[in-house]
């Protein structure tokens, strides 16, 4: 079956503009997952949705992040006014629940370069 | 101090070789325990799930939760130039928010 997928798969923009990065989760999956690969500094969490809400946003880095999901499905996380720190590897993943022992599957990342 | 801490590598093994990754944690409460292995441009992919303290073994992998040293291990029996690539561990004290670790990049030599 289909996993998760994300787009783009590289993108590449100048200090300053706006992103939206997208990710399409697996079909039922109720959670959904937002973390930031940069070299050599592991997975860093960002944000989790149950559903549509998202309980817990303490990850985002700044206010100049953020992240919704419509229809229990497709998240969106945005990165506004983009500054060269932001360049990484945006991984998104899904679970079927919530729960610790919900294994998550990962879509392959959108490389992020902010010149 | 980072939540959890992962020796980078990189590590190179002959094939066949038993492989040993490792990973330290600061947090007393997490309680569920997971090893990442991600392949050049890829996400992620599960490899074991252990709940609590213990071992659990599948196939050519074994993982080992030490809560009382809070230390976790993931051994590779008969390496194979398949399995390199780099590990993550991966915690959680509520099952909701992971901490992984930076990963150890590991070459498997035919």
């Known amino acids: 079956g289909a996993g998760v997928s994300q787009s783009p798969s590289n993108k590449v923009t100048e200090k300053g503009k706006d992103v939206e990065l997208r990710c399409d989760p697996i079909s039922g999956h109720t959670a959904l997952y937002w973390y930031r690969q940069s070299l050599g500094q592991g997975l860093e969490f960002l944000i989790y949705?149950?559903?549509?809400?998202?309980?817990?946003k303490s990850g985002l880095p700044s206010d100049r992040f953020s992240a919704e999901r419509t229809g229990g499905s497709v998240s969106t996380l945005t990165i506004q006014r983009t500054q060269q720190e932001d360049s990484a590897v945006y991984l998104c993943?899904?679970?079927?629940?919530?729960?610790?022992?919900?294994?998550?599957?990962f879509g392959p990342g959108t490389r992020l370069l902010v010149l | 101090q980072k939540e959890v801490e992962q020796d980078p590598g990189p590590l190179s093994v002959p094939e066949g070789a038993i492989v040993s990754l490792n990973c330290t944690y600061s947090?007393?409460?997490?309680?569920?325990f997971m090893w990442y292995r991600q392949y050049s441009r890829k996400g992620p992919e599960l490899l074991m799930y252990t709940y609590s303290s213990g071992n659990k073994e599948d196939g050519r992998f074994t993982a080992q939760v030490d809560k009382s040293s809070k230390y976790i291990s993931l051994f590779i029996r008969d390496s194979q130039p398949s399995d390199s690539a780099t590990y993550l561990c991966a915690m959680s004290a509520t099952g909701n928010q992971f901490y992984f670790g930076t990963g150890t990049s590991l070459t498997v030599i035919p």
């Open positions: 993943a899904s679970s079927l629940g919530y729960r610790g022992q919900e294994t998550q599957y």
């Open positions: 947090n007393s409460a997490f309680q569920y």
């Open positions: 949705f149950q559903g549509n809400s998202a309980p817990d």
